[in-house]
């Protein structure tokens, strides 16, 4: 068997983009280690607010636990950076927040762990972090950088389809706010602005028997997706149609068939 690190940006990303991946791995009788590069300080406050003196960090870092627990995850590490907040906050340019890290430092702790892990499989994002986000750029350098460091030679760049997105932005655009914003820019996502084309895509890994868990995990981090969130508003056959497939990136490498269905070899 095999340990798979996937290494994420903030508390709950783990849930939307690998989190049927990490249920599969475990099942499949494979080590799955979570590693989150940030504390998620800049997130939402919860709506029914936090419990005396706790912090929105700690709040969100047993969030994580609790839905690593559900897919089955052998480790959960936090790098300890402070969130960057979204592209352009003033939380970009803060002392300690991980778009500031130093890429060789937090590459080198991370390497550690890697090589402690025996690490054969590593999960980061596509370069631009899937939409533009500062931290989730930064997890695509450290990530590189410490899996060559480590001698880590299986990484994987978890992606979005943007061909798929775009279909099913058109197929249910009555659950948008107006069926206009399929074809504009305008419009609550710009499908031209995330992931990476399908025909850049080199693995899909269907995750349809692991998506009532994925479903789980998200609704774990409760003070970021509510029961009115959009992801869990969706009807469980739609859900599985959008969340039932994690897509992956094999860099250097073109696809001329079929997409690859697994990320161990």
Same mark, same amino acid.
Request: charge should be negative.
């Given at each position: 068997?095999?340990? #798979?690190?996937?290494?994420?940006?903030?508390?709950?990303?783990?849930?939307?983009?690998?989190?049927?991946?990490?249920?599969?791995?475990?099942?499949?009788?494979?080590?799955?280690?979570?590693?989150?590069?940030?504390?998620?300080?800049?997130?939402?406050?919860?709506?029914?607010?936090?419990?005396?003196?706790?912090? #929105?960090?700690?709040?969100?870092?047993?969030?994580?636990?609790?839905?690593?627990?559900?897919?089955?995850?052998?480790?959960?590490?936090?790098?300890?950076?402070?969130?960057?907040?979204?592209?352009?906050?003033?939380?970009?340019?803060?002392?300690?927040?991980?778009?500031?890290?130093?890429?060789?430092?937090?590459?080198?702790?991370?390497?550690?762990? #890697?090589?402690?892990?025996?690490?054969?499989?590593?999960?980061?994002?596509?370069?631009?972090?899937?939409?533009g986000h500062p931290d989730h750029i930064q997890v695509h350098r450290v990530g590189t950088r410490a899996a060559e460091i480590?001698?880590?030679?299986?990484?994987?760049?978890?992606?979005?389809?943007?061909?798929?997105?775009?279909?099913?932005?058109?197929?249910?655009?009555?659950l948008l706010e107006s069926p206009d914003d399929v074809e504009s820019t305008d419009g609550p996502v710009d499908p031209e602005?995330?992931?990476?084309?399908?025909?850049?895509?080199?693995?899909?890994?269907?995750?349809?028997?692991?998506?009532?868990?994925?479903?789980?995990?998200?609704?774990?981090?409760?003070?970021?997706?509510?029961?009115?969130?959009?992801?869990?508003? #969706?009807?469980?056959?739609?859900?599985?149609?959008v969340f039932g497939t994690e897509w992956f990136v094999a860099p250097g490498t073109s696809r001329t068939g079929p997409f690859?269905?697994?990320?161990?070899?």
């Open positions: 068997m095999s340990t #798979l690190v996937c290494l994420h940006a903030h508390p709950d990303d783990e849930a939307i983009a690998t989190a049927g991946l990490m249920a599969k791995a475990s099942a499949d009788g494979h080590r799955v280690v979570l590693v989150i590069a940030t504390n998620g300080e800049h997130g939402l406050e919860p709506a029914d607010g936090l419990d005396p003196g706790e912090t #929105l960090a700690e709040r969100r870092m047993a969030e994580t636990h609790a839905s690593a627990a559900l897919l089955g995850v052998h480790r959960v590490e936090f790098l300890g950076y402070c969130d960057s907040g979204m592209d352009g906050d003033e939380a970009n340019h803060e002392p300690g927040s991980f778009w500031q890290a130093d890429v060789e430092a937090a590459s080198a702790a991370l390497a550690e762990l #890697l090589t402690a892990e025996v690490a054969d499989v590593l999960t980061v994002y596509d370069p631009h972090g899937g939409y480590a001698g880590v030679e299986a990484v994987y760049w978890a992606t979005m389809n943007r061909d798929a997105i775009r279909k099913q932005m058109i197929e249910n655009a009555e602005s995330f992931g990476t084309p399908e025909a850049e895509i080199t693995h899909a890994i269907a995750v349809g028997p692991w998506i009532e868990a994925k479903r789980e995990a998200m609704r774990a981090h409760g003070s970021q997706i509510t029961e009115e969130t959009f992801f869990l508003q #969706l009807p469980q056959d739609m859900f599985e149609q690859e269905t697994s990320l161990f070899t």
